[in-house]
C-alpha cells in the first residue's frame, strides 16, 4: 500500500468524520426539542456545545499528536465516539427526561442536556483534524499545508452531513435509526485506519 | 433555522454569475411582497421572527412575520368583535364541539391576540392560559394590536410543548397555533405531542388545531393520520375553501353529526352577538374524517420529517380530496 493511497485514507477520514459532526448536531435539534422546546435556548446551547466540544478536540488533538501520531492512535479516537454515538438512543432519553424533572428552566435545561449528551463525541471527533495532520506530513515546513488541507476537507464533510441530514436522513430513518448509522459509518472509520496501520508496519518492516 | 458553525472565508471574488444569483436569493424575498396593504406602524427584529405592524385604510392592523408570506393576524385595536381571518372564525367551530360553555381555555401562539380577545367578548366567564414562544410578540400584541392580558388571561413566555408538559392543569378547550412563518415546528405534530394535549382536555374536551396546507401533500396526510391514531373523533373544516385547515379532535369518543354541530352552534349564537354566522360556517365546513382512510406514516418524535413532507405529493384519502 502507497503513501499515497494512506493519505487518502486520511483525507477520507477526515472528511466523513465532518460529515458525522454535523449530523449529530442537527440530529441533535431532534432530540432535545420534545424535553427542551424548540427555543432559541435549545439552539444556542446545542451549537455553543458542539463548538466547546470541537476546541477541546482540537486542542487534545494537538497535544496528543506532538507524541506522535499514528494509525493506531486514531482508530482509538475514533473508537470512543463510535460506541458514544452507537448507543445514544439508549441513554440520550433518560438523561433528557431526568434534567427535565430537574427543571433548571429555559436555558440552563438545554444546555445543560447539551453538555451531558454532546461535548464528549464532538470533543473525540474534534480530535481528528490536529492529529492526522503529521500522518500526512513529515516534512514540518508542509505542515501548514496539510492542516489546511485537512481543515478545508473536514468542512466539506460537514456541508454534506449538514445538508444530508436536514434534507435526506431526517426523511428516511428518523432520528434513532439515523444515530445508529452516525456510530456504524465510525465504526467502518475505525477499521479502516487500523487497516492502515497494518499496512504502515508492513511498509515499515520492508524498509528494514 | 439554519446552523452555522465554521466561519467561512472567500478566497477568490465570486464570478459575476454567482454575485448575481446570490443577490437573487438575498433580495427575492423582499422584491415580490405579497401584500403591501398599508403603512409600516412597527418593524422589528425579535429573537423568531422579523415582525411587522401593517395598518390598512381601513384601520385594520396586520401582523406579519415575512413579507412574502401574507399575514399571522389582523385586528382593529379596540374592536375585538371583528374576526377577520377566515380560520379564526371556523376555529370557533369547535365550540359546537363542545357540550358545554367554555371554563377553561388554553391557546397555543398568540399572534395579534384575535381570538383570545374574541373569546373574552363572547365567554366572559372563561379562563385563558396561552403559551406564545417570542415575548417579543406578546409586547407587540399589547402595544399596538389591542391585545390586554388581566385576571383571567395569563400569558406565559414558553414553548407551547414544554408548557403543557410542565403544567398539569387541564382544559375544555386547546388551540394550538403556533407557527414561525408558515411552518409548524416538528415536535408540535408528533403522536407524542398529541398525546400530552389529549392528556390535558377535560372529559368532552376538543382540540383545535390550525393546520396551513397548500394543497394535498404528505405532511397533511400524515397530519390527518396522527390526529386519527390520538384521538377517538376528528373532523376537517376547510376555513372558507383556503389553504388553512382546523382540525376538530375530541377527548370523547361519541360521535357528532354535522347537524348536532349546527344545532349547537345555533345554541351558541342565542343571546350573544357574532361578528359571523357560525351555524353557517359549521354547516358549510363540517367533514367527518375519524374514519377516513389515509395513505400516511404517523408522524412521531422520532420520525416527523415536517417540512420535507411538505413537498411531496399524497395520494388522495379514501374518500375524495378533502
Known amino acids: 500500500m502507497s503513501a499515497r493511497f494512506l493519505a487518502w485514507t486520511?483525507?477520507?477520514?477526515?472528511?466523513?468524520?465532518?460529515?458525522?459532526?454535523?449530523?449529530?448536531?442537527?440530529l441533535g435539534s431532534r432530540v432535545l426539542a420534545p424535553f427542551f422546546g424548540n427555543s432559541i435556548f435549545v439552539w444556542g446551547s446545542l451549537i455553543s456545545v458542539f463548538m466547546l466540544g470541537l476546541a477541546a478536540g482540537y486542542y487534545a488533538g494537538g497535544v496528543l499528536s506532538s507524541r506522535g501520531s499514528s494509525f493506531k492512535g486514531l482508530a482509538l479516537l475514533l473508537f470512543a465516539?463510535?460506541?458514544?454515538?452507537s448507543f445514544f438512543p439508549i441513554y440520550a432519553w433518560p438523561i433528557c427526561e431526568w434534567l427535565f424533572e430537574l427543571d433548571l428552566g429555559q436555558r440552563l435545561g438545554p444546555l445543560f442536556a447539551s453538555l451531558f449528551l454532546f461535548t464528549l463525541p464532538t470533543a473525540f471527533l474534534g480530535t481528528v483534524s490536529p492529529y492526522t495532520v503529521q500522518l500526512l506530513v513529515r516534512d514540518h515546513r508542509l505542515a501548514g499545508q496539510g492542516a489546511g488541507n485537512l481543515y478545508a476537507i473536514g468542512t466539506?464533510?460537514?456541508?454534506?452531513?449538514?445538508?444530508?441530514?436536514?434534507?435526506?436522513?431526517?426523511?428516511?430513518?428518523?432520528?434513532?435509526?439515523?444515530?445508529?448509522?452516525?456510530?456504524?459509518?465510525?465504526?467502518?472509520?475505525?477499521?479502516?485506519?487500523?487497516?492502515?496501520?497494518?499496512?504502515?508496519?508492513?511498509?515499515?518492516g520492508k524498509k528494514d | 433555522m439554519t446552523v452555522t458553525t465554521t466561519p467561512h472565508r472567500r478566497r477568490r471574488p465570486l464570478p459575476g454569475p454567482a454575485l448575481a444569483l446570490l443577490a437573487l436569493l438575498l433580495f427575492w424575498p423582499v422584491t415580490a411582497p405579497a401584500v403591501e396593504t398599508g403603512r409600516m406602524l412597527f418593524e422589528?427584529?425579535?429573537?423568531?421572527?422579523?415582525?411587522?405592524?401593517?395598518?390598512?385604510?381601513?384601520?385594520?392592523?396586520?401582523?406579519?412575520?415575512?413579507?412574502?408570506?401574507?399575514?399571522?393576524?389582523?385586528?382593529m385595536p379596540g374592536r375585538p368583535e371583528v374576526l377577520t381571518f377566515a380560520y379564526t372564525q371556523s376555529a370557533f367551530a369547535a365550540?359546537?364541539?363542545?357540550?358545554?360553555?367554555?371554563?377553561?381555555?388554553?391557546?397555543?401562539?398568540?399572534?395579534?391576540?384575535?381570538?383570545?380577545?374574541?373569546?373574552?367578548?363572547?365567554?366572559?366567564?372563561?379562563?385563558?392560559?396561552?403559551?406564545?414562544?417570542?415575548?417579543?410578540?406578546?409586547?407587540?400584541a399589547e402595544k399596538y394590536l389591542g391585545f390586554k392580558a388581566d385576571d383571567k388571561i395569563q400569558v406565559a413566555v414558553n414553548d407551547g410543548r414544554l408548557f403543557m408538559k410542565r403544567n398539569p392543569k387541564s382544559y375544555d378547550l386547546?388551540?394550538?397555533?403556533?407557527?414561525?412563518d408558515h411552518a409548524v415546528p416538528f415536535h408540535l405534530t408528533t403522536r407524542e405531542f398529541l398525546e400530552l394535549a389529549r392528556a390535558r382536555l377535560k372529559p368532552g374536551?376538543?382540540?383545535?388545531?390550525?393546520v396551513w396546507s397548500q394543497g394535498l401533500n404528505r405532511y397533511f396526510t400524515a397530519q390527518i393520520k396522527t390526529y386519527q391514531e390520538v384521538f377517538p373523533q376528528l373532523y376537517l373544516l376547510q376555513a372558507g375553501g383556503g389553504a388553512n385547515y382546523i382540525f376538530i379532535a375530541t377527548q370523547d369518543a361519541r360521535p357528532v353529526s354535522a347537524e348536532q354541530a349546527e344545532q349547537r352552534a345555533r345554541a351558541l349564537t342565542q343571546g350573544r352577538t357574532w361578528s359571523f354566522d357560525l351555524a353557517a360556517r359549521v354547516k358549510t365546513e363540517y367533514a367527518c374524517y375519524t374514519s377516513r382512510r389515509v395513505e400516511a406514516k404517523t408522524l412521531t418524535d422520532d420520525f416527523a420529517p415536517v417540512n420535507l413532507l411538505k413537498t411531496m405529493e399524497a395520494s388522495a384519502p379514501g374518500e375524495g380530496r378533502p
Open chain 1, 10 to 26: 486520511v483525507y477520507f477520514i477526515a472528511f466523513v468524520s465532518g460529515a458525522v459532526v454535523m449530523a449529530f448536531e442537527i
Open chain 1, 81 to 85: 465516539p463510535a460506541l458514544l454515538i
Open chain 1, 156 to 204: 466539506c464533510g460537514s456541508i454534506l452531513g449538514t445538508i444530508g441530514t436536514s434534507f435526506f436522513l431526517i426523511l428516511w430513518l428518523g432520528t434513532k435509526a439515523s444515530m445508529t448509522l452516525l456510530g456504524t459509518v465510525l465504526l467502518f472509520l475505525v477499521v479502516a485506519a487500523w487497516g492502515c496501520q497494518m499496512a504502515a508496519a508492513r511498509q515499515e
Open chain 2, 44 to 75: 422589528t427584529d425579535s429573537l423568531y421572527h422579523h415582525i411587522m405592524v401593517i395598518e390598512a385604510q381601513s384601520g385594520l392592523r396586520y401582523l406579519s412575520f415575512n413579507r412574502a408570506m401574507g399575514h399571522q393576524s389582523a385586528v
Open chain 2, 95 to 140: 365550540l359546537a364541539f363542545l357540550e358545554r360553555e367554555p371554563q377553561e381555555v388554553l391557546f397555543m401562539g398568540l399572534g395579534g391576540g384575535s381570538m383570545p380577545m374574541y373569546l373574552r367578548l363572547l365567554f366572559p366567564q372563561a379562563r385563558m392560559d396561552i403559551a406564545e414562544i417570542d415575548p417579543e410578540v406578546v409586547r407587540v
Open chain 2, 174 to 180: 386547546i388551540f394550538l397555533d403556533a407557527y414561525n
Open chain 2, 205 to 210: 374536551g376538543v382540540v383545535a388545531s390550525n
